[in-house]
């Protein structure tokens, strides 16, 4: 099963790349999933997945969603 608090951690380490910072807040993984802070902090306690925003911050920094999900490398992607 997939881990609410990894995948976010993961979020995390996205956007402490991006904005240079080393604290960062719930607020700021809704804000960079174009998520209502209120719906994320519901969805925190849920542990639900938003997956739709998830694919569209993937597409945005470009990387992969497998790898935010499910932490697999892109080499471990290709068929043999």
Same mark, same amino acid.
């Given at each position: 099963m997939?881990? !609410?608090f990894e995948v976010m951690q993961r979020v995390k380490e996205v956007i402490s790349r991006q904005q240079q910072k080393t604290k960062i807040r719930d607020r700021d993984i809704a804000e960079a999933l174009n998520l209502d802070p209120q719906y994320f902090a519901v969805i925190k306690r849920r542990n639900k997945i938003p997956y739709e925003a998830l694919a569209? !911050?993937?597409i945005y920094h470009?990387?992969?969603m497998?790898?935010?999900l499910l932490e697999q490398k892109p080499r471990t992607l290709t068929v043999h």
């Open positions: 997939i881990d !609410f569209y !911050f993937c470009k990387i992969s497998n790898w935010v």
